[in-house]
């Protein structure tokens, strides 16, 4: 009822052979007070030390019922990684743009299939800043388009 509840049930599945599996568990578990949370991992290109490599990097998946208390009023909600993975900090090496850019359209491939497979109505895209992500976003591209021409 409450997120701050613990978790009624906790499992582990490999994906893609468990998929069906994790669609019997949140039947069972279904109810209009319940939260499922999936979490899984991406790769996204990431800056190390010794340069740029394809990483893992988390990705946690929401899905409330009509009575669960949600921070928006979602039905699910995706948590896809920190901004830095998709916007350059100021100074970034102007080289190493297409990392970026590689993550974006990552983001929004996924976005779009999602949007197809679970029927989404209406996305709502934010950040941990709490500033217009979008608008960032669009900055970004718009810097990297200039360094391009």
């Known amino acids: 009822m409450d997120p701050s509840e613990p978790a009624l049930q906790e499992q582990v599945f490999e994906l893609p052979g468990q998929f069906d599996e994790i669609v019997d568990a949140m039947e069972r ?76 359209k990552s983001l929004l491939r996924l976005a779009s299939e999602w949007t197809q497979a679970l029927r989404v109505k209406e996305r709502r895209l934010w950040g941990e800043s709490g500033d217009d992500f979008r608008a960032r976003l669009q900055m970004a591209v718009d810097v990297a388009s200039a360094f391009k021409n």
Request: aromatic share 18%; proline share 8%.
């Open 29 to 104: 578990w279904k109810s209009t007070d319940a939260c499922f949370e999936v979490e899984g991992y991406w790769d996204l290109w990431q800056q190390l030390p010794e340069g740029w490599g394809l990483l893992p990097s988390r990705v946690n998946l929401f899905f409330y019922g009509p009575e669960f208390p949600s921070d928006l009023g979602e039905s699910i909600k995706a948590e896809l990684g920190v901004e830095a993975l998709f916007l350059p900090l100021d100074g970034s090496n102007p080289a190493d743009l297409h990392y970026y850019q590689s993550n974006i």
